[in-house]
Structures are given as C-alpha cells and as structure tokens.
C-alpha cells in the first residue's frame, strides 16, 4: 500500500504536538507466517517488516532502557517509540529478531521463564491439543461446557473460548483442565513453541533488552501473594543466570490494572529492584506523571500503514491532551 502525501504530512503535523516527557511503548506478542488456529491476531512477517519500516520513517525508535533514561533525565526526544514483545515464543528468535537486526532496531522481550525450561505455555498446550485431536473426535467436555471440535472453523472457536475460560482461573485449576483437554484429544507430550535460553542469550549480546513476564503467567491478582511474590522473583533470577546481567523491566501477564494485578503487585515488582513495569492498558509510558510501576503500552492491528501510523500519533496525543473523544476512537477496535 503505497502511503499518501497528504497522510506523511498529517503525520508530521501530529508528531511535532507530541510531546517529550512521554514515549509510545508498542505491545506485539507474535509474528507467524502461517498462523495457527491459535493466533488469530498474529502479524505475519510481512507485515511486521512493513510496521518496521513505518516506524523508522516516522517515529524514533529506541531501545527501552535508553527512553528510560532519557525520560528520567528530561531528554526524550520528540515521538520516542519502543518496541516490546510479550511472553517469548520461537517465532521471537526465528522471525522478529532478524527483523530487527536486520532494520537495525532494538526490542524488548518480557519472557515467562516456564517456556524456557517446557518449551510451551500452559496456552499453547490447549491449542496444539485442539489442533492435533483425532479428526473423529466431535467434541470436549470441560466442566459443565461442551466445546464442538469437529470441523476447523469449530476447532478455532472452541481454543479461543477455551483459552479464554481457562486464563481466569488459578494456576493449579487451570492445570487441571488443561490435563483434562490433553486426555481427551489424547494429545502426543512433545510440544516446542518456545525460546531456548541459547537464543534469549543470543539476543541480548546482541542489543534487544530482555525484562521478566513471571514463570508461569498467571493472572497475579487470582493467586496468593506468596505464589505472586514467587512467580516474579524467579522468572528474574532466572533470565539474570542466563544473560548475566541484571534484569530490570517487567511485565505483568495480562496486564489490566485492578483486574489481573493489583497494588500489591506493583510493591512486589517495585520490591524486587525492578526499574518499570509494563501493563497493557492503552496510553503512553510518562515515567514523570504515572508510577513507573504501571506504565502503559499500545497495541498495533492496524493493516494499513496511513491508519497504524496516525493511531499511534493520535494515541500520544490524546494522552498528552487528555482528549478523551480521540482516546476512545484511538482504541475501540480491541477487545
Ligand atoms: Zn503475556
């Protein structure tokens, strides 16, 4: 799609409102050419690349701890943008990260370390069980639901659903049904989706910054603190073993204020020595308005280049302005 003048000059106009104490942190989570039927909202390389290349013509990419500091000192420049990669699956070493390199670009990956150790998270058990389930099994019982899996169009609706009810419960319930799912599509154990400590070490000697997601990831406000408490300390210690360096950005998994974290979760991260930390609600990071703590993030899925490009400007903006029509016009279309 070819950009229109008209477009790259409303884009300018946008940028030079912007302002300098905040920077825009983009939320990707995968980049697939074939995307399964588990990642409906998955970018294909392509379009990663094109966003990419958006984002070096029109904004000022920066590695995290650099916008970091430079927030903190009072000298970020005008439309800073960071890149962020949540959770850790393979696609971030096969795809993403020669993207990167390859545009000369850094990222941060917030990984949960239980994918290092299994290979998979506990989601990916549920859609690769769906997936591979004999092609004569009609249907789940999980609880009281039934989910039909006979065709591909129900399979896709029943891991998304799946998915979705098994996300809100402990991480010991969840496990429960997840083993329930696997004994019923009589899933094969092996399973690999994710990083190896070899590639996050890999990509941290080479400049993308590495922050911690917990082990599990687990919706923290359903757990005790203790449980919370450990999920964060080890994913961290864990990831500093494997770069040698300390690890001083997180993510909370999930990610909503109030509904998947709380207060006492922030104290935690805070406790633990952690620099900032990351929610997904929508706005900009403003390290010197908002606690450092809960700073938030953008989510792309536009694409177009003209539409990706002037949400995100309109996003610091509204932020900025507090312009509460173009807040909810920015970000109507996620769910
Ligand atoms: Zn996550």
């Known amino acids: 799609m070819i950009f229109t003048p008209l477009l790259n000059l409303g884009i300018k106009v946008l940028n030079l409102f912007a302002g300098t104490k905040s920077f825009s942190v983009l939320n990707y989570h995968r980049v697939m050419p074939n995307a399964d039927l588990s990642s409906e909202q998955a970018l294909t390389p392509e379009l990663f690349e094109q966003q990419l290349v958006w984002l070096k013509r029109h904004f000022k990419v920066l590695p995290l701890p650099e916008a970091f500091a430079l927030a903190q000192a009072k000298q970020l420049p005008r439309n800073a943008v960071v890149i962020t990669i949540d959770d ?173 974290f709380t207060d006492d979760h922030v104290a935690i991260v805070r406790d633990l020595g952690f620099k900032a930390a990351f929610s997904t609600e929508w706005g900009v990071a403003q390290p010197e308005i908002d606690c450092v703590y809960k700073l938030k993030r953008f989510t792309p899925w536009d694409r177009s280049p003209g539409k990706f490009c002037l949400r995100l400007a309109i996003n610091a903006l509204a932020e900025r302005y507090h312009f509460k029509f173009f807040k909810s016009r920015v970000r109507q279309h996620v769910s």
Request: hydrophobic share 40%; glycine share 4%.
């Open 88 to 260: 850790g699956f393979y696609d971030c070493f096969a795809y993403v990260y020669p993207l990167l390199k390859k545009h000369q670009l850094t990222a941060t990956f917030f990984i949960s370390t239980a994918g290092l150790e299994q290979g998979y998270l506990w989601e990916n058990q549920i859609s690769y069980a769906i997936c591979h389930a004999p092609q004569d099994l009609m249907r789940l019982q999980l609880q009281q639901n039934t989910f039909l899996i006979g065709t591909t169009v129900q399979r896709r609706a029943s891991i998304a659903a799946i998915t979705e009810l098994t996300k809100y419960q402990t991480l010991q319930q969840r496990q429960l049904m997840i083993n329930d799912i696997l004994a019923q599509c009589h899933c094969p154990a092996h399973l690999h989706q994710f990083l190896t400590r070899e590639q996050v070490n890999i990509m941290h000697q080479n400049g993308m910054t590495i922050g911690a997601h917990t082990v599990h990831h687990p919706i923290l406000a359903l757990e005790t603190l203790a449980t919370a408490q450990q999920e964060i300390s080890d994913s961290k210690l864990l990831l500093e073993q494997i770069t040698h360096s300390p690890i001083e950005f997180f993510a909370y998994p999930n990610g909503k204020y109030q509904q998947d």
